[in-house]
């Protein structure tokens, strides 16, 4: 029986079944057969398909599919890669085994620690029925009949709430309005700062407790009005006058029961403009809450309508000229020109805010002793920087480019003017800066200009400019921060006396605030308008602290006298104590956290007309 295969090589291939050979025959053929085939040298390829790799290559190389490798580097490689492997996985397990140690948050810096008590003197002040966590243990409601004593206008019936302006309990809308303006201001450029301190919320409350006023003291429904409050009681003791008031009486606010007559002005420019200052300024600050925010622009449009139409001085004829004299009301008209234009975005605000008649007649051409300092009677300085901000940010050209220049290099000299090198202001031996030249009250004027230039440093780093000139000679934006920083240690105790002026920071201030709440315990014991005069003049400390007030300061020797009946060192006042937590807030912090640069431009519509579409395209 035969089986027939293919042979590769050709033709078939036969395998005998009845081949009667032996294995022992077969072996012996094979034998022959391999001899035959050793007798002829083979060439490499058939070497290679009896013999496989060599055994030197094989020792020398690691074939991995795709590519041959020397052993010696794969060794090495899977080597290194498992060890890094063990490493990685002993470094974790220490990791995840040894207690972490979580390092503590440093303690907050002197200017934040003083904001924290600066705002609550806010706190402290507070007209009306209180909020339930109003924080301030020894205040209660007060005053809950103002404006309804039927000597005010028909269209003014309610004038309870706002704050208090000082050490009385006189209602002064007046420096109360710039006091709001100058809070908002610094929550709009600070925000961010005032969150990391944990008082945004505070002091937006702050700052609508009196907005909500504001809108009591005219008819903020209408869009034309012919009244406004100015002030709520009197403090006139001229001629050795006896009838109770809030100057003759020293009476804890909860205790006072006299008449509180209402001052209503009918053309008064500068206090309607500067409402609509803080009105405005709020509207952005409240911007989130679309219906109040409208509220408050619309409020604010109708008096600064009224301020335009009713020209005149609030403090003429009025006992606030004894008090809070208004000395023109044009630089209002630009401070509040400005802050309606970025509220409203109207560029009718921005017109008039950038007049040049109006900036000449607000003086800000004449120079003069002072020139560039910032109060709640002269707001030229801050609207020079308001504006000068514009043409930083947005720069908008023509036609306001030229007068925007103009504010801008005049705010760069007023910048110069507060550097010790030169010789604008006196400074007293402890360095405080001298901007009412040596009058009483000084802080208030010093506060405000440590604010400035703070911010001012901030818009300049913000846009990227790293000084300023004046005259020949550049000045980096750390020479102004560093001017504010000592301005502001002065006031928290770095002075010849090594006391703090702020009250409840550090460990010596003053004890004798010129304040009726503060120096009268609240024992349940009701004094009358003459029976708190014994408080008033006690040698003893204040029962209660009046938290974070900044008193009136020192005098040009660095001298202070901590007496509660001498008002010229020891009284705050709001518009004070607003322009130190400014200044305190643009400060607080740390550095890198900026100015918000884009808030406040929120309303503002683009600076230049959007281009036309392009034509169609072209057809034959």
């Known amino acids: 029986m035969s089986v027939y295969g293919r042979d590769p090589w050709g033709g078939p291939l036969e395998i005998n079944a009845t081949d009667s050979a032996t294995d022992d025959d077969r072996s012996r053929n094979l034998q022959d057969f391999d001899r035959a085939a050793l007798s002829r040298q083979l060439d490499e390829t058939q070497q290679s ?30 080597s290194t890669i498992v060890v890094c492997a063990v490493l990685a996985g002993f470094i974790t397990l220490i990791v995840k085994t040894v207690p972490r140690h979580h390092h503590k948050k440093g303690p907050p810096d002197n200017y934040t620690q003083a904001l924290h008590k600066a705002l609550m003197f806010f706190n402290a002040q507070k007209s009306g029925k209180l909020p339930k966590h109003n924080n301030v243990s020894w205040r209660g409601n007060s005053c809950l009949q103002d404006g309804k004593s039927g000597t005010t206008s028909s269209v003014i019936k309610d004038l309870v709430g706002g704050y208090y302006d000082a050490g009385d309990a006189i209602k002064f809308h007046f420096p109360k309005a710039f006091a709001m303006t100058m809070l908002s201001w610094s929550v709009i450029e600070y ?35 012919t009244t406004l409050a100015a002030q709520v009681g009197t403090g006139d003791t001229s001629g050795g006058s006896t009838t109770p008031n809030d100057h003759y009486c020293w009476m804890r606010p909860e205790d006072i029961d006299y008449d509180r007559p209402v ?25 989130d809450n679309k219906a109040y925010s409208q509220k408050l622009i619309h409020g604010a449009t109708t008096v600064f309508k009224f301020a335009r139409e009713q020209r005149g001085r609030y403090s003429v004829g009025t006992e606030a000229a004894t ?7 044009w630089d209002e008209f630009v ?56 043409r930083l940010f947005l720069s908008p050209g023509y036609p306001y480019e030229e007068i925007l ?22 400074r007293t031996k402890g360095g405080m800066i001298q901007l009412n030249h040596g009058a009483p009250q000084p802080l ?82 009701k004094y009358n308008c003459k029976g708190g005069w014994k408080w008033r003049d006690s040698k003893k400390p204040n029962p209660n602290t009046l938290v974070g007030a900044m008193v009136a300061g020192p005098d040009k020797h660095d001298g202070f006298h901590d007496v509660r009946t001498n008002y010229n060192y020891t009284e705050p006042t709001l518009a004070g104590n607003a322009g130190l937590v400014a200044a305190l807030v643009a400060l607080s912090g740390d550095k890198s956290t900026r100015i918000d640069k884009n808030t406040i431009f929120s309303a503002v519509p683009p600076m230049f007309p959007t281009p036309p579409p392009p034509p169609a395209p072209w057809k034959p």
């Open 49 to 78: 398909w009896l013999l496989g790799p060599t055994e030197q290559k094989k020792k020398k190389y690691v074939d991995l599919g795709c590519i041959i490798v020397s052993r010696k580097i794969f060794v090495w490689t899977v």
């Open 191 to 225: 925000s961010a700062k005032y969150e990391a301190a944990g008082e945004l919320n505070h002091v937006k409350e702050l700052i609508k407790w009196g907005t909500d006023y504001f809108l009591k003291t005219f008819n903020s429904t209408a869009d034309t009005i």
């Open 263 to 287: 001052t209503e002005c009918h053309s008064c420019s500068d206090l309607a403009a500067e409402m609509a200052a803080a009105l405005a300024a709020a509207s952005i600050v409240f911007k």
């Open 444 to 525: 208030q004027y010093v506060v405000n200009a440590a604010f400035l230039a703070a911010l001012y440093s901030d818009y300049l780093e913000a846009a990227d400019t790293p000084g300023w000139y004046c005259g020949p000679h550049f000045y980096s934006v750390d020479v102004l921060r560093e001017f504010a920083k000592t301005q502001i240690d002065y006031i928290l105790g770095n002075n010849p006396r090594k006391m703090s002026y702020v009250v409840g920071f550090g460990d010596r201030y003053p004890k004798h605030v010129h304040h009726r709440g503060a120096s009268i315990p609240k024992n349940k014991v």
């Open 323 to 329: 008090f809070y004299n208004s000395t023109s009301y």
């Open 405 to 426: 220049r103009t504010f801008h290099n005049q705010t760069s000299i007023v910048m110069c003017s507060y550097l010790p090198v030169f010789t604008s202001f006196n």
């Open 335 to 390: 401070w509040g020109g400005a802050w309606m234009y970025f509220a409203t975005g109207n560029s009718s605000y921005l017109k008039l805010a950038t007049m040049p008649g109006l900036a000449k007649h607000a003086g800000a051409f004449w120079g003069g002793p002072f020139y560039g300092v910032m109060s709640w009677d002269n707001k030229l300085p801050g609207a020079q920087v308001l504006l000068s901000r514009l």
